[in-house]
């Protein structure tokens, strides 16, 4: 006999927006955390794109914990001492419905599971699944715990235990593990009085600012990123992990080399670190994406390696609670049919399917190993940055060499042939087209 309707393992965006859409159907349904609190485990900060919410909580940003509204968002290419900017504002994302907005995941994540207890979910904390039950015919029945007598049994198990999901890696679902498919997102939570942030960046009241930075990781394939919250900064890196660990720097000394470059030195001066943390992200989208149904059992959010991270685009929060709803209701469907093996959870992939979290996938699919390249990451950045410092270089008496010999000249200079130039190109517009 089931304990259960359905067990929710992880109460992270996925976790909290599963057990909300079960709970809401009527089901009975434990989310386990294995953290003091939903998010305690989790020192992200960074932005989250929280529209889908419009579905689960119509009017979320009344009540939502968030720092600021994203109102200007910056891609920033760096070279050792030049900084390019290309920097859009927007006065439609100061107000609802909003885009995007800077967050606490500790705070998140805390407020969106309080959601799901609200609607009747049976919020379990300080308790981690240790593996899965199954019956005979080898279906998953449940999930063991490391608490005394701690076995849980469910009709349907929702795995949303993280990057490194044990569970789903048990069940099965997952294949061979490749490094190259992970970055480590690396971060330093700064303080600062708001009205210098406010100075600094250019904003007033709740507006925020979102930095990309391509560059800037002393060599090492990835990106940067600077985000604003109230009266802190978060300042990190993004590192792919075999190329990380193939050099001597660690990402603490790569954190400390972005924040003395001469494009981010003013915008950091004099604040104090109040927090360092690291988490590892699936990068790579689509093609490294597991089974994401088994019998009584679907998986979700980074579980089910749903980030995506596609240069312009670096999202996950937002694909995680969207990914945990369609497990949600997927399986309340495959409850009220009685059949909830992998056939009976069908809906879930069909859902997905149908929206935007595997569209885009499929879109964007070329798109982590493009920005990832060795070409984009350690040569365009100095062609880009040459070309425009020549651009806007004054060399009287010098007449203007005009723009078509200095893209090729810089070309040359940073040592990118033009059948790589045309390829990346070509590769770009199937990418992002």
């Not at 590892?280 to 749903?306: C, F, K, N, R, W």
């Not at 040459?386 to 200079?413: H, Q, W, Y």
Request: charged share 20%; hydrophobic share 45%; proline share 5%.
């Amino acid at each position: 006999m089931a304990d259960v309707d359905a067990i929710v393992v992880g109460a992270g965006p996925a976790g909290a927006a599963a057990a909300t859409v079960l709970a809401r159907a009527g089901r009975s349904v434990i989310l386990l955390e294995r953290g003091s609190f939903p998010g305690a485990k989790n020192m992200y900060g960074g932005v989250v794109y929280p529209r889908i919410l419009d579905q689960l909580h119509p009017e979320w940003w009344l009540e939502a914990p968030i720092q600021r509204w994203v109102t200007r968002r910056s891609t920033m290419v760096l070279t050792e001492s030049q900084a390019v900017t290309v920097d859009f504002r927007s006065a439609n994302w100061a107000h609802p419905p909003y885009n995007g907005a800077t967050a606490y995941r500790p705070d998140w994540d805390h407020w969106l599971a309080g959601k799901a207890e609200a609607d009747g979910a049976l919020l379990v904390c300080s308790t981690t699944a240790t593996g899965l039950l199954r019956d005979a015919s080898g279906q998953v029945i449940g999930v063991s715990t490391d608490r005394p007598d701690g076995d849980l049994r469910a009709s349907v198990v929702i795995a949303c235990d993280g990057v490194n999901s044990f569970l789903a890696k048990e069940a099965g679902l997952y294949g061979e593990v490749d490094a190259a498919n992970y970055t480590v997102g690396v971060k330093e939570t700064i303080a600062l009085p708001k009205e210098v942030i406010d100075e600094r960046f250019g904003v007033r009241d709740r507006d925020g600012v979102d930095i990309e930075i391509l560059g800037g990781t002393s060599g090492v394939n990835g990106g940067g990123f600077v985000y604003t919250n109230l009266d802190t900064l978060a300042v990190g890196v993004v590192l792919k992990l075999p190329k990380l660990g193939a050099q001597q720097l660690r990402p603490e000394e790569i954190i400390a080399n972005l924040k003395a470059h001469p494009g981010i030195a003013p915008l950091v001066e004099g604040g104090e670190v109040k927090e360092y943390s690291a988490h590892v992200i699936p990068e790579a989208g689509l093609s490294m994406m597991p089974q994401l149904t088994g019998d009584g059992m679907v998986i979700a959010g980074d579980a089910a390696a749903m980030c995506l991270a596609a240069g312009i685009w670096l999202e996950g929060v937002n694909f995680a609670m969207a990914s945990g709803m369609y497990a949600g209701e997927a399986a309340v469907e495959a409850l009220a049919a009685g059949d909830t093996t992998a056939a009976g959870l069908a809906g879930y992939e069909r859902r997905l399917n149908d929206t935007f979290l595997l569209r885009d996938h499929r879109k964007l699919r070329r798109a982590p190993s493009l920005v990832l390249s060795d070409r984009v990451q350690h040569l365009y950045p100095d062609m880009i940055a040459n070309t425009v410092e020549r651009m806007f270089r004054v060399d009287n008496p010098a007449p203007k060499p005009g723009l078509r010999r200095i893209l090729n000249e810089e070309r040359k200079r940073a040592g990118v042939r033009i059948r790589d130039l045309a390829q990346d190109a070509l590769d770009g517009l199937r990418s992002f087209g």
